[in-house]
């Protein structure tokens, strides 16, 4: 009977997961302009670039490629800010 439960349990597939994956849409290959989510993407990997090169000037290089997006993100996110006000300023 144990065995049983523990393999119905094995067998079944979390809803989350599969409704998450169904969900995902495709990116663009080249998109026109590029969004925070980009920008996190290309941190990470400029962060992990650093923890793994190979002498300081390259750290330091990776390094400020990552600070350089994130200072990206910070900009994208104050111009939507922005227009978000305008928007609700302007439409009543």
């Not at 969900?23 to 990470?44: G, I, M, S, T, W």
């Not at 978000?84 to 439409?91: D, I, L, M, N």
Request: proline residues 2%.
């Amino acid at each position: 009977m144990r065995s049983k439960s523990l393999k119905s349990s094995a067998t079944r597939t979390s809803k989350k997961t599969t409704t998450s994956l169904s969900k995902r849409q495709e990116e663009d290959a080249n998109p026109y302009f590029l969004n925070c989510n980009h920008y996190d993407k290309l941190v990470r990997i400029h962060s992990m670039l650093a923890m793994l090169a190979p002498d300081s000037q390259k750290q330091r290089e990776f390094a400020l490629d990552a600070h350089y997006f994130i200072m990206k993100m910070w900009e994208q996110t104050f111009i939507s800010l922005n227009a978000t006000v305008f928007f609700e300023k302007h439409s009543a």
